[in-house]
């Protein structure tokens, strides 16, 4: 399986999974590794996000966020993606992981 981030990019998402639970590099069952969020960076999404469905039923930004780029890191044979695309994701989770965790 071809890589979707860089490992740059996977650093940075690593970093916020890290800030987000206050863990070294391999936390959170692993998660926090840009070596394997370079392939699966929407492990990142979910495991900072589904504890806060224990407290609400419904955060609209967050489910308009991940059905934007499940769609693109799910089926990339069928949606262009590029860096700009990457970067955006990023981004986005970084607010939005700064908006409902901080």
Known sequence: ????LSHEEALH????????FNCDRFGV?????AD????YPLDAVWAVFAPLYQRKKSF????DFTDKYSVIFHY???Y???????????EE????????IS
């Open 1 to 4: 399986m071809k890589p979707f």
């Open 76 to 78: 990339p044979e069928e």
């Open 13 to 20: 998402l690593e970093g916020i999974v890290r800030k987000v």
């Open 36 to 39: 394997h969020l370079e392939r």
């Open 29 to 33: 069952m692993g998660i926090a590794d």
């Open 80 to 90: 262009v993606y590029s860096s700009e695309t990457i970067k955006e994701f990023i």
């Open 60 to 63: 609209p930004d967050i489910e």
């Open 93 to 100: 989770f970084d607010n939005l992981a700064k908006k409902h």
